[in-house]
């Protein structure tokens, strides 16, 4: 998989990386870890599963939620600035959305929501799944995570 690649440019450029998840529930995390020597890499993730966590864990704002709902762009974008903050990485980066079958509390549709920080600079892009099943759109999000990682470097 990707994720290889993605390793290995954080281990040539010297660079860590952080992960909140919410929808890929650890799934970023795991593919980076199969990679032998990864913890020179890896120095952690949070899985934020519930608004409640993501508030407690990652310092999500309540009001960030409120206004813009907990599958947005600048949800995800908190995210991944404090996952980068808190595990003190080079990168940071998260995903929160509706791999359904149901959706989330003001939200309306089958999404996610990516971030990535990569040193202070944040790029975040959005995915419909439209009628995948949960599975295939949590394997969707990990595969379009990885490759929007490897074009940073």
Request: aromatic share 8%.
């Amino acid at each position: 998989m990707i994720s290889k690649k993605v390793f290995e440019e954080c281990l040539i450029n010297g660079l860590t990386i952080g992960f909140a998840e919410s929808m890929t529930g650890g799934s970023l995390a795991y593919e980076m870890i199969k990679n032998p020597g990864s913890s020179t890499v890896v120095s952690g993730g949070i899985v934020a599963y519930s608004i409640e966590q993501k508030i407690k864990l990652l310092n999500i704002e309540p009001a960030l939620i409120s206004q813009f709902s907990v599958v947005s762009k600048e949800v995800a974008e908190q995210m991944a600035r404090s996952i980068r903050a808190i595990m003190k990485t080079d990168i940071g980066v998260s995903v929160t959305g509706n791999a359904g079958p149901s959706v989330q509390e003001n939200t309306h549709q089958l999404e996610a929501w990516i971030a990535i920080d990569f040193q202070g600079v944040i790029k975040s892009f959005h995915l419909e799944f439209g009628q995948l099943t949960r599975l295939k759109s949590i394997k969707k999000t990990v595969e379009f995570t990885y490759k929007k990682l490897i074009e940073c470097f």
